[in-house]
């Protein structure tokens, strides 16, 4: 079991900058995929950027350029960097891990409002 808890959700005017992070604790040997998942008011849950255990990285379309994950080597610690930020990248963010064995586990979400 891992236990996930982000923080650094917020208030951000257009064209600012955010960073998230997501604290993990428990099984984090068994980890093999760290990722950033937001979900609009009306909308589905959509991936924003996935890193590995091995240091590869996916980035929705809509985000990449502007967002960076990264990680701890420990995986104990799971970062969104989001720049340039729009309107429309206002969701709850979720951290999102899965183990090798494919189970998967949630944090609770962080609120991002971007807004003038």
């Known amino acids: 079991q891992v236990q996930l808890v982000e923080s650094g959700g917020g208030l951000v005017q257009p064209g600012g900058l955010l960073r998230l992070s997501c604290a993990a604790s428990?099984?984090?040997?068994?980890?093999?995929?760290m990722g950033w998942y937001r979900q609009a008011p009306g909308a589905e849950r959509e991936l924003v950027a996935q890193t590995t255990r091995v240091d590869t990285t996916k980035y929705a379309d809509s985000v990449k350029g502007r967002f960076t994950i990264s990680r701890e080597k420990g995986m104990s610690t799971l970062y969104l960097r989001m720049n340039n930020m729009k309107p429309e990248d206002a969701a709850v963010y979720y951290c999102?891990?899965?183990?090798?064995?494919?189970?998967?586990?949630w944090g609770q979400g962080t609120q991002v409002t971007v807004s003038s």
């Open positions: 428990g099984r984090l040997f068994n980890l093999y995929v």
């Open positions: 999102n891990v899965v183990e090798f064995g494919a189970h998967m586990s």
